[in-house]
């Protein structure tokens, strides 16, 4: 009789509890709101105060929910209406007056442009010092694709990002599909299409923006390899690994994050490299086949291409003694860059103003706290890992913080906000 009393107590409590939920969620977003105005008035203590009441808020809110909503809850008609309209709103962001915003031509970017000519013609161009640094030439190729199909102008070089911009809301849909559920994936690329942080580097004839798209395509056709035992997802996730360490250095923190992760499911699940331990093989063999261009050139001017990195390695512009904290100051810079004080250069984000915009921001640190809370969920832990290791450049580099060095982090960035939209759903509409 007892037990049947404390389990009626226990019931009720718990019903209680859940009808309480969306109260208590409003009242993380409240608390959350008043948190991103403080860090706008630049109130750092008293934000990260509030943020604290929002996140033990929002923790106990969104316990109990699942990791995974139903994939009926979008009729398959309306999700490819939706998918239709979001990506033609990428593409206005991306393309529309792409010659004329932004304004001028970058050093970089018309450096890049000469050395597509040079590919292209034949010719040998005077640039600025420091561009005598080593470079991959797969975007340059590119610039030349762009110079000889179209015009040699400023507009053509810039198609290049805008297309692969453009392409990777396309993949992290899939992605976000298949990692979570269609909610999801629709509320990702609805932000992502908008992002300020991405349209930037989207329109600017920058290699950088390939690091979100590979990162994206290497992860999805791993998964799928992994899932269906096809060896094509394998040979796709190779070739994205390896001509997208082709495109920028950063990328190489994606791919240590990638080995990092296919580690613990070797040590977690029974019987993991038995099964794919062909697949993985082959994925290794493409990539390496796709980096090896790039390789002859590294290792012909090894110290030539280490210059740029040994250059902005935070602790080789400090005294012995001051390492630890410029190290800490830097993780501390990066990690406030989302909500607090964004990137200085004028190039990559409007001065001093955070990465993300109030609403992303705030749906981006509550989603943050739910995968701290809820860390072996469906690849919490993956989204996490890839988020910290895509700040490792703008951790241990100066200038912190940087937007363009911690651009492979727009991705589990974005996740996250989305992922809010789709508990928010779980809260209110069951």
Known sequence: MKSLKNSFW?????????????SFLVAALILAWFAQDQFFARHLVSGLWLWLGAGIIAA???????????????????????????????????????????HGYFTDEACSAMMG???????VYLLPPGWDQLKFDFFYYLNACALYWGAISAHATR???????????????????????RPVALATVMLLAGMRWHVNF????????????FSVAAFYFLLRGLETRKPWFMLLAGMAIGIGLQTYIAFGAFVLALGLYLGVKAIREKGFLKQ???????????????????NLGVESQAGRFVNRSRDVLI??????????AGLWSNVKKTMLMF???????????????????????????????????????????????????????????????????CIGAIIPVIFWPAWDWSMFGRVYCG
């Open 117 to 123: 000519l040079k590919h292209l013609k034949g010719a």
């Open 159 to 181: 198609m290049i990002p805008a297309l692969a911009g453009s392409l990777t809301v396309v993949m992290t849909y899939f992605l976000a599909r298949r990692m979570f559920s």
């Open 60 to 102: 106990w809110s969104f316990a109990g929910q699942p990791d995974r909503l139903k994939a009926d809850k979008v009729r398959v008609g309306y999700e490819s209406l939706l998918l239709t309209l979001i990506f033609l709103i990428a593409l206005v962001f991306r393309f529309w007056k792409l010659s004329g915003i932004p």
């Open 339 to 405: 909500n607090y004080f964004g990137d200085c250069n004028g190039r990559h984000n409007i001065p001093e103003v955070p990465m993300l915009d109030s609403l992303t921001g705030l749906l981006f640190g509550l989603g943050l706290i739910w995968n701290l809370t809820h860390p072996i969920r469906r690849h919490s832990a993956w989204i996490l890992l890839w988020f910290i290791s895509a700040l490792l450049p703008g951790f241990l580099t100066i200038e912190a913080p940087q937007g363009i060095r």
């Open 276 to 294: 794919n331990w062909k697949g993985l093989l082959l994925l290794g063999i493409v990539a390496a086949a796709c980096y090896f261009p790039a």
């Open 202 to 213: 989207s329109r600017m004839n920058l290699g950088n923006i390939f690091t979100p798209f």
């Open 10 to 22: 226990r019931h009720s409590l718990s019903h209680q509890w859940t009808e309480y939920k969306p």
């Open 315 to 324: 602790f080789n512009n400090l005294l012995p003694e001051q390492d630890w």
